[in-house]
């Protein structure tokens, strides 16, 4: 099964990451694939990420950092042949990255389709 959510589902480079080795998605890479990637670090664990690496969507120093920051925060370790979190986007890193952002989309379309009329909140939750 693919991607997903609407954020990642349907760009081939990460479609590709979410089931190839070979198609992991590491440092130095350039493209829209690494500012989706980014972004989705920035909206799910407030990453840090340098305003140049973000603007020329590269996978530099800070886009490392801050993937090597969200494996470890969450355990994403490939244990067969690691023994600590690296700083490549692979099946694991795509796939929990993927996860957040649908829990995300599905946490802003009930949030968005409450309203307040005439001081009465209708959706899902009013």
Not at 44 to 72: C, F, M, N, P, Q
Not at 93 to 116: H, P
Request: aromatic share 4%; proline share 3%; hydrophobic share 40%.
């Amino acid at each position: 099964m693919g991607l997903q959510s609407n954020f990642f589902r349907r760009i081939p480079k990460l479609e590709a990451a979410a089931v190839s080795d070979p198609a992991h998605i590491l440092p130095g890479a350039v493209g829209d694939h690494v500012a989706m990637i980014q972004h989705a670090l920035i909206a799910l664990d407030g990453a840090d990420i340098a305003r140049t690496e973000v603007a020329t969507k590269r996978y530099g120093r800070s886009t490392a950092d801050a993937v090597l920051s969200y494996k470890k925060k969450r355990g994403i370790i490939n244990r067969s042949y690691q023994t600590q979190a690296d700083n490549i986007v692979g099946k694991m890193t795509i796939a929990a990255l993927d996860k957040g952002m649908l829990q995300l989309e599905r946490t802003i379309k009930v949030q968005t389709i409450q309203c307040d009329f005439g001081g009465q909140r209708h959706g899902p939750e009013a």
